[in-house]
């Protein structure tokens, strides 16, 4: 079976004769890859004309109902992308966070878009900025999609994941994305792009698969468009250097392979909890995927005095991980992706053994659970030991891409940070100490090589994600070897798919812009109370300005006994008058409550409740005998989705200003309310 591409909305086969992609676990043929050719061109054009046209004229709540209308889907498909991923040596376990992993990234990006992007084609970032003294000049940031395609060519080894956590902030940003997995496990990515394109949630053009080579993709692109790469440092510095990327810049971000490590602190006995949770660790992370995995930890980093004891008790643990068939569930050791790899591993361990020696694994004979000794592309647990890493170079440049691990002693924790910097930049490290100043020292000292640190004691432990888990809210990345890229992040990732422009102009035009009220735009007032107004009738600039209350000294002394804030700048005259504030003065929450008073409208109308505040800060002090007046303007709106039987709504973010009688700000800040639309 030739494996299709999905290029310009038609799936096609290449034209010349492709490589033979094999079963992992049992050598047979799965499939044949061949890209040749195919238009690309033509896929590039498909994305820009009709996949970015549609995107950009959806809002981001659009974009993130059809990537959970979408991550629904395919999570109702798991268990077919769990039969097949056997075929890439994985066991179910070791699948589930490229399977389910990666469908619920893209659940988790639909719901932060939901909750932390408007309902708009554009994102307004950041404050105002006042350019000119009478405030009529003013700057804003905005971000809006770039009108291109996002290239991402992935790795072997998360077929899965490794495409939909670039998929989903890709497509909530507003950018269709060209995939192009590696040939090795190509056919779980197509069964999965299959189901994508069959549901249909995502417009036509959004989505396109390229199984095979790049071939000329890449001399298509223009400085609209963005390329990801995943994969060895090699082959991206090859990428990075395409001609027609530098020389449009054309943005690249690379994720690499790294040499990671996990620190033992140096207060932690082998009687520790801690010293537990290392060997379970470091011994999980070399067998989980077969080591297959760019977070894994490759440099074992301990303290001399008790290198004898890790060796041993992870030599002990090893010995115990089951190898063979990954469809059966007493296994934990799968196979590598091919063969080739497995030689490729064996090289890296050959070479690695030049300043280290083999003491657990190695062995060249594998009894399999379920299959034949020696069958497929397996390659056993195997650790080795360098008793001096400080003068050592290979144990610290190459890497076996596979169940391999090296161990090594430090002296002192800057012993230890120096080892950890020799992977010249990794994608993570761990320390285990449950010691505090220990941790920070060795943070502190790591974490410019490193794009993520995972400090693990009995504490976090019981709910940390481990070592090797990448989170759809952190970022994901890492300098030097690993590639000087970033990827997820949370609202971080949808940025990178943005272009970022300032705005300079006056306030109403960035106003009509931006859909965002800024201070010194010309506002609108009606005869109507907008707390009486559905959310269409309401419109950006409407402001109320509200009668005035002066506050007594009555007001200060009640709000006092109703809250028991007795803070002496509220009641001690004495102490009050040798303060900051000369005198005493009014509670900050009771100007805000008294404001509420003074514009909310009692009657019930279509706010259904206010249910935030937002920015507030105090200016200036109001003591007994001050006027106040309160100005509430709509500043954005934000149209929901219905959820169950509530009535439609929306949220409408008010700005408000409370001024003195010399109209001198006393307090600022936004109120969040939920707002009846009208229609259903």
Same mark, same amino acid.
């Given at each position: 079976?030739?494996?299709?591409? +999905?290029?310009?909305?038609?799936?096609?086969?290449?034209?010349?004769?492709?490589?033979?992609?094999?079963?992992?676990?049992?050598?047979?043929?799965?499939?044949?890859?061949?890209?040749g050719?195919?238009?690309?061109?033509?896929?590039?054009?498909?994305?820009?004309? &009709?996949?970015?046209?549609?995107?950009?004229?959806?809002?981001?709540?659009?974009?993130?109902?059809?990537?959970?209308?979408?991550?629904?889907?395919?999570?109702?498909c798991?268990?077919?992308?769990?039969?097949?991923?056997?075929?890439?040596?994985?066991?179910?376990?070791?699948?589930?966070?490229?399977?389910?992993?990666?469908?619920?990234?893209?659940?988790?990006?639909?719901?932060?878009?939901?909750?932390?992007?408007?309902?708009?084609?554009?994102?307004?970032?950041?404050?105002?900025?006042?350019?000119?003294?009478?405030?009529?000049?003013?700057?804003r940031?905005?971000?809006?999609?770039?009108?291109g395609?996002?290239?991402h060519?992935?790795?072997?080894?998360?077929?899965?994941?490794?495409?939909?956590?670039?998929?989903?902030?890709?497509?909530?940003?507003?950018?269709?994305?060209?995939?192009?997995?590696?040939?090795?496990?190509?056919?779980?990515?197509?069964?999965?792009?299959?189901?994508?394109?069959?549901?249909?949630?995502?417009?036509?053009g959004?989505?396109q698969?390229?199984?095979?080579?790049?071939?000329?993709?890449?001399?298509?692109?223009?400085?609209?468009?963005?390329?990801?790469?995943?994969?060895?440092?090699?082959t991206?510095?090859?990428?990075?250097?395409?001609?027609?990327? &530098?020389?449009?810049?054309?943005?690249?971000t690379?994720?690499?392979?790294?040499?990671?490590?996990?620190?033992?602190?140096?207060?932690?006995?082998?009687?520790?909890?801690?010293?537990?949770?290392?060997?379970k660790?470091?011994?999980?992370?070399?067998?989980?995927k077969?080591?297959?995995?760019?977070?894994?930890?490759?440099?074992?980093?301990?303290?001399?005095?008790?290198?004898?004891?890790?060796?041993?008790?992870?030599?002990?643990?090893?010995?115990?991980?089951?190898?063979?068939?990954?469809?059966?569930?007493?296994?934990?050791?799968?196979?590598?992706?091919?063969?080739?790899?497995?030689?490729?591993?064996?090289?890296?361990?050959?070479?690695?053994?030049?300043?280290?020696?083999?003491?657990?694994?190695?062995? @060249?004979?594998?009894?399999?659970?379920?299959?034949?000794?020696?069958?497929?592309?397996?390659?056993?647990?195997?650790?080795?030991?360098?008793?001096?890493?400080?003068?050592?170079?290979?144990?610290?440049?190459?890497?076996?891409?596979?169940?391999?691990?090296?161990?090594?002693? +430090?002296?002192?924790?800057?012993?230890?940070?120096?080892?950890?910097?020799?992977?010249?930049?990794?994608?993570?490290?761990?320390?285990?100490?449950?010691?505090?100043?220990?941790?920070?020292?060795?943070?502190?000292?790591?974490?410019?090589?490193?794009?993520?640190?995972?400090?693990?004691?009995?504490?976090?432990?019981?709910?940390?994600?481990?070592?090797?888990?990448?989170?759809?809210?952190?970022i994901?990345?890492?300098?030097?070897?690993?590639?000087?890229?970033? @990827?997820l992040?949370?609202?971080?990732?949808?940025?990178?798919?943005?272009?970022?422009?300032?705005?300079?102009?006056?306030?109403?035009?960035?106003?009509?812009?931006?859909?965002?009220?800024?201070?010194?735009?010309?506002?609108?007032?009606?005869?109507?109370?907008?707390?009486?107004?559905?959310? @269409?009738?309401?419109?950006?600039?409407?402001?109320?300005?509200?009668?005035?209350?002066?506050?007594?000294?009555?007001?200060?002394?009640?709000?006092?006994?109703?809250?028991?804030?007795?803070?002496?700048?509220?009641?001690?005259?004495i102490?009050?008058?040798?303060?900051?504030?000369?005198?005493r003065?009014?509670?900050?929450?009771?100007?805000?409550?008294?404001?509420?008073?003074?514009?909310?409208?009692?009657?019930?109308?279509?706010?259904?409740?206010?249910?935030?505040?937002?920015?507030?800060?105090?200016?200036?002090?109001?003591?007994?005998?001050?006027?106040?007046?309160?100005?509430?303007?709509?500043?954005?709106?934000?149209?929901?989705?219905?959820?169950?039987?509530?009535?439609?709504?929306?949220?409408?973010?008010?700005?408000?200003? &409370?001024?003195?009688?010399?109209?001198?700000?006393?307090?600022?800040y936004?109120?969040?309310?939920?707002?009846?639309?009208?229609?259903?």
């Amino acid at each position: 079976m030739k494996l299709t591409s +999905y290029i310009a909305g038609h799936w096609v086969e290449g034209d010349t004769p492709g490589r033979t992609v094999l079963d992992a676990v049992h050598g047979q043929p799965v499939c044949e890859v061949s890209s040749g050719g195919l238009d690309m061109r033509a896929a590039v054009m498909h994305a820009r004309q &009709v996949g970015g046209k549609a995107l950009r004229a959806m809002t981001f709540h659009d974009r993130a109902a059809a990537l959970k209308a979408t991550a629904k889907h395919l999570m109702a498909c798991k268990e077919a992308f769990y039969t097949l991923s056997f075929k890439t040596g994985t066991t179910r376990a070791d699948a589930w966070p490229d399977i389910e992993g990666g469908i619920g990234t893209v659940f988790s990006y639909a719901s932060l878009v939901t909750r932390e992007f408007p309902n708009d084609v554009l994102l307004v970032e950041g404050d105002m900025e006042r350019l000119s003294r009478n405030g009529t000049f003013v700057g804003r940031h905005i971000l809006t999609p770039k009108v291109g395609v996002a290239v991402h060519i992935n790795a072997y080894n998360f077929p899965v994941w490794g495409m939909l956590e670039k998929v989903a902030p890709s497509i909530a940003a507003g950018m269709p994305v060209i995939i192009k997995p590696a040939t090795a496990t190509a056919y779980l990515t197509h069964a999965v792009v299959t189901e994508m394109i069959k549901l249909g949630a995502l417009p036509e053009g959004a989505v396109q698969l390229i199984c095979g080579g790049t071939g000329d993709l890449l001399d298509h692109l223009d400085e609209q468009d963005v390329v990801t790469f995943t994969g060895s440092a090699a082959t991206g510095r090859t990428l990075r250097n395409h001609p027609n990327l &530098v020389a449009n810049s054309i943005p690249f971000t690379m994720e690499a392979d790294s040499l990671n490590c996990a620190i033992l602190g140096q207060s932690v006995q082998p009687s520790d909890e801690e010293f537990s949770l290392f060997i379970k660790e470091v011994a999980r992370e070399m067998t989980s995927k077969a080591g297959q995995k760019c977070t894994a930890i490759r440099r074992v980093i301990v303290p001399d005095r008790v290198i004898d004891t890790v060796v041993g008790a992870l030599g002990e643990r090893l010995a115990k991980v089951t190898p063979g068939d990954p469809a059966l569930e007493q296994v934990r050791l799968g196979a590598l992706v091919s063969a080739e790899q497995a030689d490729d591993v064996r090289a890296s361990v050959a070479e690695l053994s030049t300043e280290a020696r083999v003491v657990a694994g190695g062995g @060249e004979d594998m009894v399999l659970e379920g299959l034949e000794a020696n069958a497929g592309a397996f390659f056993p647990a195997t650790l080795l030991r360098c008793d001096e890493p400080m003068t050592a170079e290979k144990v610290h440049s190459v890497e076996a891409f596979g169940p391999v691990a090296t161990v090594m002693p +430090y002296a002192s924790l800057e012993d230890a940070v120096t080892l950890a910097r020799r992977g010249k930049g990794s994608l993570v490290g761990s320390v285990f100490t449950r010691d505090d100043s220990e941790a920070r020292e060795i943070i502190l000292g790591c974490a410019p090589w490193h794009g993520r640190m995972l400090i693990i004691n009995r504490d976090c432990a019981g709910e940390s994600t481990g070592h090797g888990s990448p989170l759809a809210n952190l970022i994901h990345g890492g300098p030097g070897r690993a590639g000087g890229g970033e @990827e997820l992040g949370g609202a971080r990732a949808i940025k990178h798919y943005m272009q970022r422009t300032a705005l300079q102009g006056s306030p109403t035009t960035l106003m009509a812009i931006t859909n965002e009220y800024h201070p010194g735009a010309v506002e609108s007032h009606d005869a109507v109370h907008p707390f009486m107004k559905h959310f @269409e009738d309401l419109k950006i600039g409407e402001t109320l300005v509200t009668h005035r209350r002066t506050v007594t000294e009555a007001d200060i002394v009640n709000f006092g006994c109703v809250s028991g804030d007795h803070f002496y700048a509220h009641f001690d005259e004495i102490a009050a008058k040798d303060s900051f504030f000369g005198q005493r003065v009014a509670h900050g929450y009771f100007i805000i409550s008294a404001a509420a008073g003074m514009f909310v409208h009692p009657a019930p109308g279509p706010v259904i409740a206010n249910y935030g505040l937002e920015n507030l800060r105090f200016v200036e002090p109001v003591p007994a005998g001050t006027t106040i007046q309160c100005k509430l303007t709509v500043k954005r709106k934000i149209k929901k989705a219905p959820r169950g039987d509530e009535k439609p709504n929306g949220v409408v973010v008010w700005a408000v200003e &409370v001024s003195n009688q010399d109209q001198g700000l006393v307090a600022l800040y936004d109120i969040l309310t939920l707002v009846e639309r009208r229609e259903h």
